[in-house]
C-alpha cells in the first residue's frame, strides 16, 4: 500500500521525499475524449500530478442531483491520471473561484432568503456536506493509499480573502474527513499576511496562489507554515480574460525564470494552468470590482498547452525547467492537425419576438420575477404600458443586460456594465424586454446574488405591475426546427433574438474555429453541443469547437444571435483568433 504523508520539509511518498510537479486541468472544461490527450502531454512536459476543481453547480443543477454524466464523469477522468502514471490532487470547495459561473456555488443554494454564503450557517452547511458526500465517494476509493492517484484534498479555496470563519473551515474539513478522505488535506490562500491567518487551519497544510517574487512568496508562507513542505498551489502562468478587454498573455522567459526560483527553493508547485480548456455552455463567470466584467469563453490563460491542447512556447521553455530538477521523458508531443477553412450559409431565422411559446414556458406575475425564480439565464418579460407621452423608466439594477421593444421596434438596451437604469419610452404601448444573465460573480462578495431586473420598474413615479413571462429554455434551441407544431422560418430576420440554423461539411473530425466576428453577440451550438457565448466587442474573435463533437460529413450548427447578425455565413478558419494583446 502506498503511503503519501507530510513531513518536516517534504512530501513522503512511501518514506521517501517527493515533489509534487502539478499542473492544473479541469475535466469540466475539456471533452473527455481529450482528456488522456491533455494528460498525456502533462507527463511529457515532465510533471507528476495533475490538479483540479470540482464544480458543485455543474454537478448539481437542481438540488438533489448530482450528474456525472459525460464531461462531469470525474471518476474516468481521476482513473486516466492513474493510467498516464500521474498523481491527483483533488480540490472541491465547496467554492471554487476558477472564473467560474458562481464560483461553482449552486444559483438554487441562494433562492432561500437567509441562506449563507461561505460561511458557518445551517443550510449553508446541509447543502455543502450533501455536496461533498457525492463528491468524495467517488475520490474516497481512489486515493494514493488505497492504490488510486489522489495525493491530496483541499478545503475551501483561498477562503482568507472572503472571510475569517474558523468554525466554518474546520467544519469543512471535518465533513472531509468524514467522508473517508485520509490523505493529507491543504488549504490556500494568497502569501498576505491577513490571508493566511485567516484562510488556514492548524493541523492543515497552508499552500500559496501567487505568479511573481517566488522567494519572496514562499518566505511569507513559511512564516505561518513553520514546518511542513511549501508548495504555490496555484502559480499563476497566464491571465483570464474579460468581454471588452484585452488578451492577456505573460512573458515566456519570466514565467520560466519564475518556476526555476520556485523549483530552485526546493518548493513543489501546481501551474494554474496546464491547460485551461473553455467554457462552454453558460459557465463562465464575472467580477464585479465596481464594474461588471464578464469572463469569455475561451479560458486559453495563455497556458503550456493552449486551448485546442497544443504545446506552446511556455510549454517547452517550463519542460527545460522541470529536466533542470527532475526526469523528462525524452519524446516532445506535436501540435494537433488543424481543419481546412470554409463556410457555410446560415438560414431558416426563427425569432423569438414572434413566437415565443415555441422557446419556453409562460407564466403570470403581478411584479416582475427574476431569473432565478424562473430558473433560466435567459428571459422575455412583457406587458403593456399607458402614457400620453414620452416617460422615463427606471429599474433598481440591471443583471446583466436587457434589450427593451416596445410595440416591436428596440428601443435600447440597458446594460450592467455602464450602471444603465433608465431609459426613455417614446410613448405607451406593448413594451417587451429580452433579459440576460451573462454569468455570476465568481469572487468576492456578490457571490450569489439574484439575477434579473431588480426592482422595483417604474415608469415615472408609478410600478409597472402584470407581467408575463418567457423563461427561455435554451437547451431547446437547438430543435426549434424539430417541434410538433413546427417553429415556422422567418423570410426576414426581423429584429431581436433569432436561432439560425445551417449545416457543414467535415472529412475528418478534428478540431475546428469558428469566426464570429461578422456576429454580434450570441450562442452557438454544433451538433447539439454548446460552444459558449460570443460577443463582437471581443477579445475573442473565435470559437473552439472540439474535434469529438463533430463527425465526418454533414454537422449542423445553430447560432441564437441576440443583436443583428452581419453576415449569416458561418467561417471555420485555421486557428485560433484571441484579440489583441494588453499593452
Known sequence: MTHFAIGESDFLLDGRPFRILSGALHYFRVHPDSWADRIEKARLMGLNTIETYVPWNAHSPRPGTFDTSGMLDLERFLREVAAAGLYAIVRPGPYICAEWDNGGLPAWLFREPDMGVRRCEPGFMAAVQEYLFDVLRLVEPLQVDQGGPVLLVQV????GAFGDDQTYLKSVAEIIRSAGITVPLVTV?????????A????????????????????????????????MCMEFWVGWFDYWGGPHHTTSVADAAAELDALLAAGASVNIYMLHGGTNFGLTSGANDKGVYRPTITSYDYDAPLDEAGNPTAKFHAFREVISRYAPVPDVVPASGPRAPGTSAALGSPVRLLSGPSRWGAWSEHPEMPTLD????????????????????????????RAQLFL???PIGVLDRERHDRALMLPHGGRLEIVVEDQGRVNYGQRIGEPKGLIGPIRLGADELTDWSACAIDLDSVPHLWSQPDGAQPTEAPGVGPTAWRGSFDVGAPVDHFLSTVAWGKGIAWVNGFCLGRYWRRGPQETLYVPGPVLRSGPNELVVLELDAMVDPVAHFVAGPSLGPLEL
Do not use: C, I, W
Not at 199 to 215: C, P, Q, Y
Open 156 to 159: 475551501e479555496n483561498e477562503y
Open 189 to 197: 490562500d494568497q502569501p498576505v499576511d491577513a490571508m493566511l491567518a
Open 199 to 230: 484562510g488556514g487551519l492548524d493541523g492543515v497544510l497552508r499552500t500559496g496562489s501567487f505568479g511573481s517574487r517566488a522567494g519572496e512568496r514562499l518566505a511569507t508562507l513559511r512564516k505561518h507554515q513553520p514546518t511542513g513542505p511549501l
Open 373 to 400: 425564480e424562473l430558473d433560466t439565464r435567459l428571459a422575455l418579460f412583457r406587458t403593456e404600458v399607458s402614457t400620453d407621452g414620452p416617460a422615463l423608466l427606471t429599474v433598481g439594477e440591471v443583471r446583466d
Open 407 to 409: 410595440d416591436g421596434a
